[in-house]
C-alpha cells in the first residue's frame, strides 16, 4: 500500500500516532524537540518510539532554537534526516549541516504568501522545502491557493491548511504541492488515541491495490 502524496505528520509524542501513521505509509514524521514545547520528546521516548518503526524519515521540529543548539540536540536523535525551523535567518547557518531543510511559516492572509515569494526564490536549487500553516480564523478562497501554486513553482512545498478528505487531492493536485503536513496530538490515555480526521485524510490517500 502507498499514498497518493508525500504526507509529513507532526507533532508526534507518542508510539499510537506513530505506528498508525507508520502503518498508513506516511513519509515523514516530526518530532518537536524543544524541551518548553508541549509535544518535546525526550531521546528516551524518541528511541522508544522510532525503534518499533521502520521505512519512512524522521524530522526534528523547532521554533526558535539558534542553529548551534539544535546540532548539539541532534547528537542525542539517531536517524533524523531533516530539520523544520521556523526563522528565516537560520537557513544559511543550517545548510550544509547534512540535513535536509524544512522552513515552516505561518500565513495569516493571502498578502503573506504573497510576501513569501521573496524569501523562497532560492529554495528550489537548494532543496529546502516551505511548510505552510495558517492560523485558524484564515478564510481560504482562489486568490489563497493561486498563491500556494505560485509558491509551489519555486520550490517544494507542504500544505498543511484548507484541506480535508473530501478536496485532498484534488487541492493537491491544483497547487502543485510536494504533499501535505498533518499533526499528531496527545493520547486520551496511554494507548488510545482519536484517530479520526487524521484517518479520513489518510484513507482518502490510499492507492487501492
Not at 129 to 149: A, C, R
Amino acid at each position: 500500500m502507498a499514498l497518493k502524496t508525500f504526507v509529513k505528520i507532526g507533532n508526534v509524542n507518542n508510539l499510537s500516532d506513530a505506528r498508525y501513521c507508520a502503518g498508513m505509509y506516511v513519509d515523514l514524521m516530526g518530532f518537536s524537540l524543544e524541551e518548553n514545547d508541549e509535544y518535546f520528546v525526550s531521546p528516551a521516548t524518541y528511541k522508544e518510539i522510532t525503534d518499533w518503526l521502520s521505512g519512512l524519515e524522521y524530522a526534528a521540529e523547532f521554533r526558535v532554537s539558534h542553529p548551534e543548539n539544535i546540532l548539539e540536540t541532534l547528537m542525542d536523535y539517531e536517524g533524523i534526516t531533516y530539520i523544520q525551523i521556523e526563522e528565516p535567518a537560520h537557513i544559511q547557518m543550517l545548510y550544509n549541516s547534512g540535513y535536509q531543510l524544512i522552513l515552516k511559516q505561518t500565513v495569516h492572509s493571502n498578502d503573506d504568501l504573497e510576501k513569501l515569494n521573496t524569501i523562497v526564490s532560492s529554495f528550489g536549487e537548494h532543496g529546502i522545502i516551505l511548510l505552510l500553516e495558517s492560523e485558524n480564523g484564515f478564510q481560504v478562497d482562489e486568490t489563497t491557493w493561486k498563491g500556494v501554486k505560485n509558491l509551489a513553482a519555486s520550490c517544494e512545498v507542504l500544505l498543511g491548511f484548507g484541506f480535508d478528505a473530501g478536496n485532498v487531492e484534488t487541492l493537491v493536485a491544483q497547487t502543485g504541492v510536494k504533499g501535505i503536513n498533518m499533526k499528531g496530538g496527545h493520547e486520551i490515555k496511554p494507548g488510545i488515541k482519536d484517530f479520526d480526521e487524521l484517518a479520513e485524510i489518510l484513507e482518502a490517500l490510499e492507492i487501492e491495490d
